[in-house]
């Protein structure tokens, strides 16, 4: 079913606001900048873990800007943000503290959070083209 013009709209700033912040990251992650080895490092799972989690982001942003894999797009980046959010939650803090000391005053976590409700309504806007499922559990309700 076409969403509406509204709908549409909505879809986009949401896909732009995930894609925007996923990428804006990948700069840290791929540079090796230090607050983003530290990170890795104290989860311990430096270098790969970085690597690994910036080539899923990369990926996740591909697909959110590609209309007809914007589902798929939107279940990648809430996997690799959940990640990210239950490490703040079980390992980092919600507010990092780095190896110099200095913070990041919880910017990470909220934009986690930021990226976690995005890409789920994201999801929601488009649950009827979810692969496999979406048409067989959402083709009645209405959008």
Same mark, same amino acid.
């Given at each position: 079913?076409?969403?509406?013009?509204?709908?549409?709209?909505?879809?986009?700033?949401?896909?732009?606001?995930?894609?925007?912040?996923?990428?804006?990251?990948?700069?840290?992650?791929?540079?090796?900048?230090?607050?983003?080895?530290?990170?890795?490092?104290?989860?311990?799972?430096?270098?790969?873990?970085?690597?690994? @989690?910036?080539? %899923?982001? /990369?990926? +996740?942003?591909? *697909?959110?800007?590609?209309?007809?894999?914007?589902? =798929?797009? #939107? $279940?990648?980046?809430?996997?690799?943000?959940?990640?990210?959010?239950?490490?703040?939650?079980?390992?980092?803090?919600?507010?990092?503290?780095?190896?110099?000391?200095? @913070?990041?005053? %919880?910017? /990470?976590? +909220?934009?986690? *959070?930021?990226?976690?409700?995005?890409?789920?309504? =994201?999801? #929601? $806007?488009?649950?009827?083209?979810?692969?496999?499922?979406?048409?067989?559990?959402?083709?009645?309700?209405?959008?």
């Amino acid at each position: 079913m076409k969403l509406s013009k509204g709908m549409n709209i909505l879809s986009w700033i949401l896909r732009l606001v995930v894609a925007g912040i996923l990428f804006q990251t990948l700069f840290f992650k791929f540079t090796g900048a230090q607050e983003s080895v530290y990170i890795f490092t104290k989860l311990g799972i430096e270098p790969w873990g970085r690597i690994g @989690s910036g080539v %899923g982001e /990369l990926i +996740a942003v591909i *697909l959110l800007l590609i209309p007809s894999t914007v589902t =798929i797009g #939107a $279940i990648l980046s809430l996997g690799v943000i959940s990640g990210a959010i239950m490490s703040h939650l079980t390992k980092l803090g919600i507010v990092v503290i780095n190896s110099d000391g200095t @913070s990041d005053g %919880g910017l /990470l976590f +909220a934009l986690a *959070l930021i990226v976690f409700v995005c890409s789920a309504i =994201i999801l #929601a $806007i488009h649950r009827r083209e979810i692969p496999v499922a979406g048409s067989m559990l959402f083709n009645g309700d209405n959008q």
